[in-house]
């Protein structure tokens, strides 16, 4: 298997583990911030014991002395792990993760910033017609059920913290950024613990938080390593298939209609940015003879 290969097949079952996360946000019975506190306390439970079983100690050292981007990286992760399930809490689904699809937008403008990396006149169009899909997607918040403007800037605010976290860690990239989630993700526990009242989670809710868990740190695992091999374009097509399989499925189980505002705005963004991506993948195909 080739590395462009294996780094599409483990971004996809990392994509694909992703894509229940809101639907268990929505099927948990508990306030927004203790479902957040056990979302990032088992992940990074499991995630951290997992790395010092195989490797030991050395990866979480590497993580942190790689300075200031490890500690962006972290802090990215982290932030956004609370914020998604904010978001979720106070908007629908469709918002949120046809929000998270802007997610290259940010990383450009970051890589830009952070790194001095030119912006394309493709990403300036792909940025203008996004931000067109996000408007969409907001006005129509006043309109739809489930959907809050709050919502939808705290979205946001996780796409972007995603993105930074992501141009940290191109920086160091030789550095393996899987104990940086486990890291990320139980500092954040810790954090949000005094607001969160873990003991306030029904015992009946004990088997989906546990699954819940599972599927956030397989999904963090995975979409750490796959894009080690790939492309950024390629991942970036990867990522669309959550805007549109996650909320079909919270669609299809629990009947959360997205609304008309939410499918076009939604429907641009991801349109847009496939296009994009796509244009990228053609131009580095290589010409045969």
């Known amino acids: 298997m080739t590395d462009q290969a294996r780094g599409l097949l483990i971004t996809l079952i990392g994509i694909l583990c992703v894509v229940p996360d809101s639907l268990f946000v929505r099927l948990i019975d508990a306030p927004a911030l203790t479902i957040a506190f056990w979302r990032l306390l088992l992940a990074g439970a499991l995630i951290s014991i997992g790395v010092l079983a195989l490797q030991g100690p050395r990866p979480f050292r590497a993580v942190l002395n790689?300075?200031?981007?490890?500690?962006?990286?972290?802090?990215g992760t982290g932030a956004s792990g609370v914020l998604f399930v904010l978001a979720v809490s106070l908007t629908s689904v469709a918002n949120v993760v046809f929000i998270l699809a802007s997610l290259p937008v940010f990383a450009s403008i970051f890589s830009r910033i952070f790194l001095a990396e030119?912006?394309?006149?493709?990403?300036?169009?792909?940025i203008a017609v996004v931000a067109v899909g996000i408007a969409i997607i907001a006005y129509g918040s006043g309109e739809t059920a489930h959907a809050s403007l709050t919502g939808d800037l705290l979205a946001l605010a996780v796409s972007a913290c995603f993105a930074a976290g992501l141009t940290a860690a191109r920086h160091a990239r030789a550095i393996s950024m899987v104990p940086g989630v486990g890291m990320a993700y139980?500092?954040?526990?810790?954090?949000?613990?005094?607001?969160?009242?873990p003991g306030a989670m029904?015992?009946?809710?004990?088997?989906?938080?546990?699954?819940?868990?599972?599927?956030?740190?397989?999904?963090?695992?995975?979409?750490?390593?796959?894009?080690?091999?790939?492309?950024?374009?390629?991942?970036?097509?990867?990522?669309?298939?959550?805007?549109?399989?996650?909320?079909l499925l919270v669609w299809a189980v629990?009947?959360?209609?997205?609304?008309?505002?939410?499918?076009?705005?939604?429907?641009?963004?991801?349109?847009?940015?496939?296009?994009?991506?796509?244009?990228?993948?053609?131009?580095?195909?290589?010409?045969?003879?």
Request: glycine letters at 10%; zero cysteines.
């Open 66 to 75: 790689s300075g200031r981007y490890g500690a962006v990286y972290m802090i």
């Open 118 to 126: 030119p912006i394309s006149q493709r990403m300036l169009m792909t």
């Open 254 to 289: 629990i009947g959360e209609d997205p609304g008309p505002y939410a499918l076009v705005g939604g429907g641009v963004v991801t349109v847009t940015l496939f296009v994009s991506n796509m244009i990228v993948l053609l131009r580095r195909r290589p010409v045969r003879s």
């Open 186 to 197: 139980l500092i954040g526990a810790v954090l949000i613990a005094p607001f969160a009242h």
């Open 202 to 247: 029904p015992v009946s809710q004990v088997p989906l938080v546990l699954m819940h868990g599972t599927f956030i740190m397989l999904s963090s695992i995975f979409l750490a390593l796959g894009p080690r091999y790939i492309t950024s374009a390629e991942v970036g097509l990867l990522v669309l298939l959550e805007s549109v399989l996650a909320p």
